[in-house]
């Protein structure tokens, strides 16, 4: 393995567990501690209820016993419940529209409107009056005078409906099993009589406006008819639209006539005019010239014989004479005829004009006539129509009165008394077991939520993952809780050395010095320790006790080892071993004696030499950046490890001139004790000084302080074997 890979793989471990080493993690910053504390896994809440288990269960067994007293002592409630069926279906009514109209879709507003007519006073107070049901709930301001004009209400009166269903439940409680149901009862039957009022009021209140309506009506619809007949009589007919109907007709008839008449006077006045014109061929034309045609064609016939007799006789000659008589006989017709035939012609043109002009005549006075009788039917059908609506009003309202007056005597079957309440055989208040429950429930909820809350409140340090993630240290050792925190450890070090105390207990406590003798050591294989400084943040987290347990242990090993009291003011070193403290640190800083003339090697332990810290002085103090220095440089090459234990580094000037001599730190924290924000304190402080932190040690742990602890309860069961084995040899 080369070099880099060897300075590689401490790194990689440590960001395996999560925790970055000393010369990568950033420095503390105290404003992301709150951030960082929020995020916290599940398994710190299930850790919190198993701490707390006891504390919970029996706060949770305490309330619902409590609860239990307390509801036995409670006065019984019984509640009795009537079920009124609602048909919707069901008419309002007899006769009229109330009998056909259907049910609307509304029924969770028609059920809503029930239950809130359930609880009017209307209903509740003849109840109230009967039973004297406020009086009986303790209602003492409602029976005031002042209290009697304000609404009745019922504490105990409940009104539901059932989901997906038509029907309403009205329940009373009372301590009195046979007031609840009779108050019950009393109450629906009140609900269906006030409906039925409510409805009676309502018809008659309907029935009485239509009567005070009915007087007037009928005086309109007399006055109307009146008018009507009145004009009726004035037109002289019965029904003026029939008669319009009829000169319509007629008018339509006489505009047929009169167009033909005038169309046969201009063909009239044609062939008169063409006749009166004296030409042959329109009197030909005309309807009498079949008699001029005969005589033209006689003339010409009698023409051709004169012509003939003419070529052969004279004028004198008797057949000549008699010839053109025949002639001028035949044109004596023709004119006469033609004359008559022109007179015939005139005589039917003017019987034409004459007709046309009696049509015509005829014509306006049709016309004349209907427009009159049209502009009086519009108000004839004015009058009747007004005649007409005020006899179907009269006719409706007559009826409507009518149906409102036998609707009103209706109780109609809609809204019934399904089932009537009867009293209850047991109560439903209190409920024994529902009430144990939900206190058992509550007090959890509340018991879990105070132990969460209370853990979130915690500032203290006390498991190695809320370090790791609130300080970005690592835990590098955890000693457990010793009722004696001092030498009685310290004597249980080496085998058989423990006399009477608790074998057991030592035992774990020896593992966890070695572990973290190990884990101090072991951790990083490119740095060697040859110095530790082991220091706290206040006085009291067992810094001496950590440092005196991690020198015997590192002796134990065969290793030369130098503990130095470097606590001045306060020194306790001498006492954990029971040795003189006479003379010491402070004497071999201030030149009185080499620090080599005050070691003290311990008996037990033949590779650990101690060095107490001496009488208390200040002018030792002052000297120890220059001093110790040289005094570790100088031990460090004779001891295989120089363990320094300093005073509290908040506070005091030493600890800090002691860091940068020394090749590590490691910080000392009492668990559940130490406050996070002191040991951020001293971290940033060793930071800001560029001193080695190797990391914290928490000091008296055990198993209710975090899940990480769970191993120090199997220590006894462990040990318990060999300690058996060795009872028994001896």
């Known amino acids: 393995m080369n070099r880099n890979e060897s300075e590689r793989l401490p790194v990689v471990a440590d960001m395996q567990r999560g ?71 069901s008419p309002a009514g007899v006769v009229g529209e109330e009998a056909a109209r259907s049910a609307l879709n509304d029924a969770d507003q028609f059920m809503a409107t029930q239950i809130k007519l359930v609880e009017s006073d209307s209903v509740l107070r003849p109840v109230d009056q009967r039973f004297e049901l406020r009086r009986l709930e303790g209602q003492s301001a409602a029976l005031s005078p002042r209290g009697e004009a304000a609404p009745v209400t019922l504490k105990q009166l409940k009104v539901a ?121 329109a009197a030909l034309a005309a309807q009498q010239g079949e008699a001029l045609r005969k005589l033209a064609d006689h003339r010409n016939d009698a023409a051709e014989h004169f012509a003939e007799i003419q070529s052969h006789y004279g004028s004198n000659h008797p057949e000549y004479r008699k ?22 012609v005139e005589i039917g043109y003017r019987e034409a004009q004459r007709r046309e002009a009696m049509v015509g005549d005829a014509v306006t006075a049709a016309k004349a006539e209907f427009d009159r009788m049209n502009a009086r039917s519009f108000e004839y059908q004015a009058l009747k129509r007004e005649a007409d609506a005020d006899k179907n009003l009269y006719e409706q309202l007559v009826r409507k009165i009518r149906e409102a007056g036998i609707n009103a005597g209706f109780q109609n079957s809609s809204i019934r008394i399904a089932d009537a309440a009867r009293p209850a055989l047991r109560p439903v208040y209190p409920n024994h077991i529902l009430n144990v429950l939900l206190a058992g429930l509550l007090s959890a909820l509340a018991a879990v939520g105070a132990a969460v809350v209370g853990d979130l409140l915690d500032k203290t340090v006390r498991d190695p993952e809320q370090v790791a993630r609130t300080l970005r240290t690592e835990v590098i050792g955890s000693l457990p809780l010793m009722k004696d925190r001092r030498a009685g450890a310290l004597a249980g070090l080496k085998d058989g050395g423990g006399g009477g105390r608790d074998e057991q207990d030592l035992s774990g406590f020896r593992e966890s010095v070695r572990t973290l003798r190990n884990s101090i050591l072991l951790g990083n294989f490119d740095c060697h320790y040859r110095s530790l400084l082991v220091t706290s943040a206040a006085p009291g987290d067992g810094k001496t006790t950590t440092a005196a347990n991690l020198a015997a242990a590192h002796s134990e090993q065969g290793q030369r080892t ?36 005050a070691l003290i090697q311990t008996e037990a332990l033949p590779h650990l030499f101690i060095l107490p810290a001496g009488p208390p002085s200040r002018r030792a103090s002052d000297l120890v950046g220059r001093g110790l220095i040289e005094l570790l440089k100088e031990a460090s090459s004779e001891y295989d490890l120089v363990i320094l234990d300093a005073p509290p580094l908040l506070g005091f000037a030493e600890p800090l001139q002691m860091a940068t001599a020394v090749d590590g730190v490691v910080v000392v924290a009492r668990a559940a004790r130490t406050s996070r924000k002191a040991v951020a304190s001293v971290l940033a402080t060793l930071t800001r000084l560029r001193a ?19 191993y120090y309860g199997h220590y006894r069961s462990y040990y318990r074997p060999r300690e058996e084995e060795r009872a028994g040899s001896s």
């Open 19 to 89: 925790v970055l080493p000393y010369y990568l993690a950033p420095p503390y910053q105290g404003g992301e501690e709150e951030a960082e504390e929020t995020k916290l896994p599940l398994s710190q809440y299930l850790w919190i209820l198993k701490r707390h288990r006891w504390r919970i269960g029996g706060f949770v067994a305490a309330a619902m016993l409590g609860t239990l007293l307390v509801s036995a002592r409670l006065t019984p409630i019984y509640e009795s419940t009537a079920t009124v069926d609602i048909d919707r279906q």
């Open 161 to 281: 409906r059932p989901p997906n269903t038509y029907l309403m439940q009205i329940g009373y409680r009372s301590a009195n099993p046979q007031l609840a149901a009779d108050a019950a009862n009393a109450i629906t039957e009140s609900y269906l009589e006030h409906r039925y009022e409510i409805r009676l009021r309502s018809s008659a209140g309907v029935a009485s406006f239509m009567e005070r309506q009915i007087e007037e009506l009928k005086a309109k619809m007399e006055r109307s008819s009146h008018a009507l007949n009145g004009f009726e009589r004035e037109l002289n007919v019965i029904n003026p639209e029939e008669k319009t109907n009829i000169l319509s007709a007629r008018l339509l008839q006489l505009n047929t006539e009169f167009t033909n008449a005038q169309t046969e006077r201009l063909k009239q006045e044609a062939g008169y005019q063409s006749v009166s014109g004296g030409s042959f061929e």
């Open 323 to 344: 010839a053109r008589a025949q002639l001028d006989q035949v044109e004596a017709s023709i004119a006469a005829t033609r004359k008559q035939i022109v007179d015939r």
């Open 562 to 597: 130098l503990l130095i009291d470097g606590d001045l003011r306060r020194p306790s070193v001498h006492r954990n071993f029971n040795l003189p403290g006479v003379v010491g640190l402070s004497n071999a800083l201030l030149g009185e004696i080499a620090w080599r003339d």
């Open 692 to 710: 080695k932190v190797v990391g914290l040690v928490l000091n008296e742990v055990h198993k209710e302080l975090s899940d990480s602890y769970y």
